[in-house]
């Protein structure tokens, strides 16, 4: 699959996965779906829920490390920063051969560009969170959420 198209997938995922409403109620719900998932496929990851100013769901599996936790929280902030999956952001920069940096107007310290990190969007509102899986490549992280999140918003 080609950038644009990958990017272009992204795009419709995030078009498609939105909430009607979205509260700690939601957060601990998805939260522990990703943590079933993961235990499934055997997966050492950190889940972070959370919203530009407070964390609603956080886990560390067997096998996640602190550098996890530090991955999720620079992932997390190019979504809550971007109002796009951090997946979404890097492959656009990839595109531009460019990454995260002061050219740019961010810290490659508090912001990543690495796959995992996948926005809640509310109908009529936006953003409001973003749900980070950390811990496989940056690829699998991603597909992870969406996976939950699709068998989540179906009904």
Do not use: C
Not at 26 to 38: H, N, P, R, S
Not at 53 to 71: I, Q, S
Not at 111 to 126: D, E, I, K, L, Q
């Amino acid at each position: 699959m080609s950038t644009a198209e990958l990017i272009d997938q992204i795009a419709a995922e995030e078009a498609r996965l939105v909430f009607r409403a979205f509260s700690e109620a939601e957060a601990l719900e998805i939260g522990m779906a990703l943590v079933a998932t993961a235990r499934v496929e055997g997966a050492r990851v950190v889940i972070n829920i959370r919203t530009p100013d407070r964390t609603l769901f956080h886990a560390a599996l067997p096998g996640a490390t602190p550098d996890n936790d530090e991955w999720a929280r620079r992932k997390s902030n190019t979504t809550l920063r971007y109002h796009k999956s951090s997946l979404a952001v890097g492959e656009a920069l990839r595109q531009k051969g460019r990454v995260p940096g002061p050219d740019i107007g961010v810290d490659q310290m508090n912001f990543s560009h690495h796959g995992g990190s996948f926005p809640v969007r509310v109908a009529g509102t936006g953003v409001v969170a973003a749900i980070t899986v950390s811990g496989l490549a940056q690829a699998e992280d991603h597909g992870m959420i969406v996976k939950v999140l699709k068998d989540y918003l179906k009904g």
